[in-house]
Nanobody, 119 residues
Framework: VQLQASGGGLVQTGDSLRLSCAAS????????MGWFRQAPGKEREFVAA?????YYADFVKGRFTISRDNAKNAVYLQMNSLKPEDTAVYYC????????????????WGQGTQVTVSS
């Protein structure tokens, strides 16, 4: 599976962004899909994931929404009410089996897209 993330950019506090992740592969609908992020000097952290249901990190609940379009082999992350602390490189991930907040357990990774939120 190859993943291509896009949609990052420079926005102001309170703005919205929608990240997209395009995936290759004929069995996309059966994959768990996730979003992680990594800020400078920090560990990569879980943001959201989706397979048959959705999962969110506490710090994005109510602001971010993960969704998928299996017909387009795509997963999205709608980010609203952005804060400066959301600034990070956002990565999409995929796995045939696991759906977990532990980044080390995800098999496939995209290249990341930079999100910068100015105050």
């Amino acid at each position: 599976v190859q993943l291509q993330a896009s949609g990052g950019g420079l926005v102001q506090t309170g703005d919205s962004l929608r990240l997209s992740c395009a995936a290759s592969g004929r069995t996309f609908s059966s994959y768990s899909m996730g979003w992680f992020r990594q800020a400078p000097g920090k560990e990569r952290e879980f943001v959201a994931a989706i397979k048959w249901q959705t999962y969110y990190a506490d710090f994005v609940k109510g602001r971010f929404t993960i969704s998928r379009d299996n017909a387009k082999n795509a997963v999205y992350l709608q980010m609203n009410s952005l804060k400066p602390e959301d600034t990070a490189v956002y990565y999409c991930a995929a796995d045939e089996v696991v759906i977990t907040s532990r980044s080390s357990e995800w098999h496939y990774w995209g290249q990341g897209t930079q999100v910068t939120v100015s105050s």
